[in-house]
């Protein structure tokens, strides 16, 4: 049976490593229902990387962020019968980490993790994520004022020519990339700067809401798999180096960097990839 999980693969090494045998030994397929590496930022991010314009990626910035009341987050995190009050501060990373990897087509290898405030540890997160590109990525989740009432998500690629960052704006404009391209990188020697808008998705002849089209995308995805045989959008091997970056930066807040042991090798290495097979 085809399988789209919701949440997160797995709660540790062990638990990825059973999901992805199960998977290899069965004739469905198992895919992560992440529906931000779907979402339009992301996408124009993808093919500005696609087309060689920002170079080798050296730093990637993931963010995935609420600005709250002190009452109402404490009525989350502080909650234990909400599942945001059962979980590591580190674990609802996935928004971040899955748009990371689907943009470097890498492996996290290494995390260090630190809370954004001491008086308030659980509030928010700072992760640093060696990847096995050899880029580094930083990602902050959890709740920190300022943010806008959009799809609270920003992303930030910066390569060898350019930088590739989704606008910091209210309103559509959030959805939309701002790409810049250094003088000496450009074939008339000036800094070039632009904002792209992504195309519009429309569903039976009509535009999706910018915000529905990661999970319409996913769905679509999930359908094709099911019916026609088609990869998953996010297979098992990614959505589990997703999940296990999470714990091991809960394990990193108390005891310093932790190595990523994503369980990618269970059987033939030759037969698997060496990145992420995400398609966006």
């Known amino acids: 049976m085809h399988v789209l999980s919701e949440s997160a693969a797995c709660v540790d090494a062990a638990e990825g490593e059973r999901l992805i045998a199960a998977a290899d030994r069965s004739s469905a397929t198992y895919s992560f229902a992440e529906n931000y590496v779907a979402h339009p930022h992301v996408r124009l991010i993808r093919q500005a990387i696609e087309a060689g314009e920002l170079g080798r990626i050296g730093l990637i910035e993931a963010d995935y962020l609420h600005g709250m009341s002190p009452a109402d987050v404490a009525g989350l995190i502080g ?57 580094l990525a930083l990602t902050r989740h959890g709740f920190l004022q300022g943010e806008l009432d959009s799809h609270w998500s920003w992303i930030s690629v910066r390569g060898t020519k350019a930088l590739a960052e989704s606008v910091r704006a209210a309103g559509e404009r959030s959805w939309s990339v701002r790409v810049r391209t250094e003088g000496w990188a450009t074939p008339e020697g000036h800094a070039r700067e632009e904002e792209r808008t992504p195309v519009p998705l429309t569903l039976a002849g009509e535009p999706v809401a910018r915000g529905d089209e990661g999970t319409l995308r996913v769905l679509r995805a999930f359908r094709a798999t099911v019916e026609r045989g088609e990869p998953p959008l996010v297979p098992v091997r990614p959505a589990v180096a997703a999940s296990l970056v999470g714990v091991a930066g809960a394990e990193s807040l108390a005891n310093g960097s932790r190595p990523v042991s994503v369980p990618v090798m269970t059987t033939d290495p030759e037969s698997y990839p060496a990145v992420p097979d995400i398609h966006i």
Request: with cysteine; net charge negative; proline share 9%.
């Open 79 to 135: 909650d234990p019968a909400h599942w945001r009050g059962r979980i590591a501060p580190t674990a609802y990373c996935t928004h971040t980490l899955s748009p990371v990897l689907a943009l470097t087509d890498a492996w996290p290898v290494e995390v260090s993790a630190f809370s954004v405030d001491e008086a308030d540890p659980r509030a928010a997160v700072v992760m640093a994520v060696r990847l096995s590109s050899g880029a």
